[in-house]
């Protein structure tokens, strides 16, 4: 396409400037006259162009390349003033939006359009190396095209980047002692592990411990637990801390392994205090903050650690994501139970502790700041379902197959404290399907299990049907073998689980994953359904174990 297409008979300008000067200035504010920023100046004045005369708009880029540097240079938005969001899609575009409605204008450089535009086409998808492209001919096309190489699209922007976080008071860091938002934790972003400069990995100076031989420990008392262990049979700590040794105590030490021990000095003089926490200390903070509803504590601690029970019968809930973040603060440790496990009043889910006898303060902060957000840790009630059972299919309803959909899966609610109200057997007809439904709805049913009809035979038709009946919120298909047509969703209040014909065959399945979680009123995504795909292949073992082997976790 001619370069002189728009040149011809009318001046080219960005803002206020000739295409000439916004080129200096973009030299003098980037540092080069980059040609993804002058083509974002002509996407800009495009946006402003469509939105209402006198719209105080706010904007987003979905690139950090070049385009937040374009609407700062053209708009009062800036990445300084909160004006300007940069949410890096790492696609060419931007949106000028009204501030208070959030309706507004997106453009973005169409791969389409940028196909009669040769040098702008090979720059945008870097067809060549920078420096085998024409800049000559690459930068006539942006002035001859301007805005012609991009599309627009109304959008409204999502009510939470509309909402406007302040900053909170600003207190001091006790880690590096510098000022920071409080609302970002107990201590700041950098001491929390966000700096983006390489860690000083040396050990910081441990405090200055008094080790006496045992004899001379007579009549003092012991910093730690010391823990005897006999195989096979015990492992237990025969002296907890703040114990005093007296005479008889030399020789049980001495079998222990114990020629020396460490005795409790002043706070001054074992570094306890300011600088250090002792491990005591520091394991009984990590799992009160780390302990939720269902969750209780085995308090004092022993041997620096403790542990998180179960206060009730339930599901035990663990937030993944921030025990690994918890994990990665060096010299302290949690351990649990897997996620969405049933667990019994008074059984252990969890054990934390710091790693060394004392704990830098730093690290101790640092580590209470990942569970700042709430509790790693909770155990949900199972409530106790009134469960509807429908068994969709001909062969089953015309007596050909005898049902045996209803005793498994019955019993397997039952087991779980709950009821089966009722059960219906319905061919594989839509309406007979959609009128069983209701029924069992109209009965009181408040967790609807249906069986079978969920695969991709043409006569299956159960999902289409419970749409009809007004199903919302269909999850359908799940990383799990045996159960991967599994369906979820809701009618009403009343929840639903589509169990596919495997759970005839196999004795575990899906239903014995899901089941728990929808009793303990725990949602299911499509983002936990991805991350149970590694585990949740059954081994079919000849003897099954579940729920104490791999499966679903």
């Not at 005479?247 to 030490?253: K, N, S, T, W, Y």
């Not at 010299?331 to 889910?349: I, N, Q």
């Not at 599994?486 to 575990?508: E, H, M, N, W, Y």
């Not at 991350?531 to 292949?537: D, E, H, K």
Request: one cysteine or more; glycine letters at 8%; a neutral charge.
């Amino acid at each position: 396409m001619s370069t002189e297409k728009r040149a011809e008979g009318q001046s080219i300008s960005i803002g206020s400037r000739t295409f000439d000067d916004f080129v200096l200035q973009v030299r003098d504010f980037h540092g080069s006259a980059a040609p993804g920023l002058v083509l974002g100046g002509f996407m800009v004045e495009e946006a402003r162009r469509h939105l209402p005369e006198g719209t105080i708009f706010d904007a987003i880029s979905e690139t950090t390349h070049c385009l937040p540097d374009a609407v700062q240079l053209l708009t009062p938005c800036t990445i300084g003033n909160g004006w300007l969001r940069v949410i890096n899609l790492g696609r060419y575009a931007l949106t000028l939006y009204d501030k208070y409605s959030g309706s507004g204008v997106r453009i973005y450089l169409d791969t389409e359009k940028v196909a009669d535009w040769p040098a702008i086409r090979t720059w945008y998808l870097k067809h060549l190396p920078k420096k085998e492209q024409d800049s000559t001919a690459l930068f006539a096309e942006i002035k001859a095209a301007g805005a012609e190489v991009c599309s627009l699209e109304t959008v409204q922007v999502a009510p939470h980047l509309m909402q406007r976080k302040g900053r909170g008071g600003i207190v001091v860091c006790p880690v590096c002692k510098e000022a920071y938002p409080q609302l970002d934790g107990r201590i700041c972003r950098a001491c929390q592990g966000e700096a983006p400069y390489v860690e000083n990995m040396a050990a910081p100076v441990a405090p200055a411990l008094r080790a006496v031989s045992v004899d001379q420990a007579v009549g003092r008392k012991v910093l730690h637990d010391m823990t005897r262990i006999e195989p096979g049979k015990t492992k237990d700590a025969v002296f907890v801390k703040g114990q005093e040794i007296n005479v008889g105590d030399i020789c049980r030490l001495q079998q222990m392994g114990r020629m020396r021990v460490y005795v409790q000095e002043s706070e001054a003089e074992s570094g306890e205090g300011a600088d250090w926490v002792h491990e005591n200390e520091a394991a009984e903070a990590f799992a009160r903050d780390m302990a939720g509803e269902g969750v209780a504590l085995r308090l004092p601690p022993r041997e620096g650690k403790v542990d998180l029970l179960a206060a009730r019968d339930g599901l035990l809930n663990v937030e993944r994501d921030r025990l690994e973040a918890f994990n990665l603060v060096p010299e302290v440790m949690c351990a649990s139970r897997h996620d969405a496990v049933l667990v019994k009043k008074g059984m252990t889910v969890a054990g934390t502790r710091a790693i060394p006898l004392y704990l830098s303060r730093h690290l101790f902060f640092r580590a209470m700041s990942v569970l700042e957000p709430g509790p790693l840790f909770s155990v949900s009630p199972l409530r106790k379902a009134k469960v509807g059972i429908l068994v969709t299919g001909t062969e089953v309803f015309q007596g050909l197959v005898e049902d045996k959909f209803v005793p498994i899966v019955g019993s397997k609610v039952q087991a779980l404290g709950s009821e089966v109200l009722a059960s219906r057997i319905v061919p594989d007809s839509k309406e007979a399907i959609v009128n069983a439904v209701r029924e069992l709805l109209d009965l009181g049913a408040d967790l609807l299990i249906t069986t079978a009809g969920l695969s991709v035979d043409p006569d299956d038709v159960t999902r289409q049907a419970l749409l009809e009946a007004g199903a919302e919120d269909l999850l359908y298909g799940a990383p799990i073998l045996p159960g991967t047509m599994t369906l979820f969703g809701r009618i009403g209040s009343a929840q639903v689980l589509g169990i596919p014909a495997c759970a005839l065959f196999f004795k575990t399945t899906s239903l014995d994953l899901f089941l728990p979680r929808l009793l303990a009123a725990r949602s299911v995504s499509r983002g936990e359904l991805a991350r149970m795909g590694a585990g949740a292949l059954c081994m079919q073992c000849r003897t099954c174990s579940f729920p104490k082997c791999p499966f679903g976790k």
